[in-house]
């Protein structure tokens, strides 16, 4: 191996020592978003539902760079558990130059269409001055998301969780800088509004992008790098359709949530977004586990060790429930301190506090739904997740949304007990599909 290679992390890999780092990454990039939305905030509520809106559009696309990232660290985990670095190093080569190809698709679309689909989300019209330069501008910089996420989830996978979290305090401080400049343009500098706010961040999220590139080249130098045959892409695919399915089924389904929102107009949509910032805080710890979760699945699979598997999911599972609850009681005692970081209107402050008192039944349920899908995607069972969330989503999710929250004249308080409906749901079936133990079964590489 080349001498230039970076050394393979020396410690032993388990659930704490990648979950620390990847709760604190997830933390820094959703500071990323509440920096904005409280920056936007002091331009208008106006902004932060516009900036909302053309968010879920962009999610959309994330989920197609999902198929290579999502299909990628599957495999390269499992590779790194086999011993086979040479295959995991040109997996993660292929992986780059497919999503980089995606990328350009993808902000050729979303920066030329940007009109259209926006009118697909009901937008109400007193927010269309902020969407449309604000989705142009960060839809032009989607090929920096889609390499970004790549090299994010291969870092990860490759055991170098801390150097993901270093990235991520780095774009944030960059980030943090131009909105500053933009909100209270110091040095008498002209005002750029929405418009700034997206540079800014797309100019952080380049200069992180450049960092990881440069690190990732030297994690794969010397293990014979070749080009991309069409075996690496199909095995690639393979895995990451089925996952980025189960991403598109759920971005599809809160952006149609978002659009029923929208027909309430624009305070509930600031609601909705506030209410999301607070919780997602919630579930960070769960979420980073289930992160950490699949690369050791992956691992154990690639082991041959699936009675260690089993007990690693089942012993996540119980933590990240216990930490749901227990974060979510916390935000609950908190819930009027926490909302008035953003806004001091009294109507969204009512809706909000309401929210996140019940925000425990989404949150007790969420917990399945962050660790036993990344188990069984790390072991290889990656249809099973999108067929659960596919029929949950569309057959539970989205009928109930439009029942209690448009329907029977809900609202808000309609939306979100839909959402703990669903979610228990589709946790439960993942659950009893782990427990068939049918995963076993469904290793994604030969071993040697």
């Not at 979290?165 to 943090?176: D, G, R, W």
């Not at 209107?345 to 008192?357: A, C, E, K, T």
């Amino acid at each position: 191996m080349s001498q230039t290679a970076a050394k393979e992390p020396k410690q032993q890999l388990n659930l704490f020592s990648l979950t620390w780092p990847l709760f604190l990454e997830n933390m820094l990039r959703m500071l990323l978003g509440n920096v904005n939305t409280m920056m936007l905030g002091r331009l208008s509520d106006q902004a932060v539902s516009a900036v909302g809106v053309s968010s879920q559009i962009v999610n959309l696309a994330m989920t197609l760079f999902s198929v290579i990232s999502t299909g990628t660290a599957i495999l390269v985990s499992q590779y790194l558990g086999a011993g086979q670095r040479e295959k995991a190093a040109q997996s993660a080569f292929t992986a780059l130059l497919l999503n980089a190809a995606f990328g350009v698709i993808a902000s050729i679309v979303l920066c030329s269409c940007a009109v259209p689909l926006l009118q697909m989300m009901n937008l109400p019209d007193d927010l269309w001055p902020y969407a449309i330069p604000y989705l142009r501008i960060v839809g032009a910089a989607a090929i920096i998301q889609a390499l970004a996420s790549t090299c994010s989830a291969l870092i990860r996978t490759y055991g170098y969780t801390k150097f993901s979290l270093y990235i991520a305090f780095l774009v944030n401080i960059l980030n943090v800088i131009g909105g500053w400049l933009v909100v209270f343009r110091p040095f008498g500098l002209p005002s750029f509004g929405v418009q700034g706010i997206a540079v800014a961040r797309t100019v952080s999220e380049l200069a992180g992008l450049c960092c990881s590139l440069l690190f990732l080249r030297s994690c794969l130098a010397g293990w014979g790098v070749q080009l991309p045959g069409l075996q690496d892409v199909k095995k690639i695919l393979t895995i990451g359709a089925p996952a980025a399915a189960e991403g598109l089924s759920y971005s599809v389904t809160q952006t149609l949530i978002t659009s029923m929102i929208a027909t309430l107009g624009s305070l509930a949509l600031t609601t909705r977004i506030y209410v999301n910032n607070i919780v997602f805080y919630v579930y960070l710890l769960s979420m980073s586990m289930g992160s950490a979760t699949q690369i050791l699945a992956g691992r154990l699979a690639g082991l041959r060790e699936p009675d260690s598997a089993h007990k690693l999911c089942m012993k996540n599972l119980r933590l990240a429930v216990c930490a749901n609850c227990g974060m979510s009681i916390l935000f609950m005692l908190l819930r009027m301190p926490l909302l008035r970081l953003y806004t001091s209107d009294p109507q969204i402050l009512r809706v909000g506090s309401i929210l996140l008192m019940l925000d425990l039944l989404i949150e007790s349920g969420r917990a399945f739904n962050h660790i036993i899908p990344s188990a069984l995607r790390g072991v290889g069972d990656v249809r099973t997740p999108v067929i659960i969330i596919i029929c949950s989503m569309w057959v539970i999710g989205i009928p109930s949304c439009w029942l209690m929250g448009l329907q029977l004249g809900w609202g808000l308080v309609g939306v979100w007990l839909s959402m703990a409906l669903e979610e228990w749901l589709r946790g439960l079936l993942m659950f009893f599909r782990w427990k068939s133990h049918k995963w076993e079964k469904m290793l994604l590489i030969e071993s040697g």
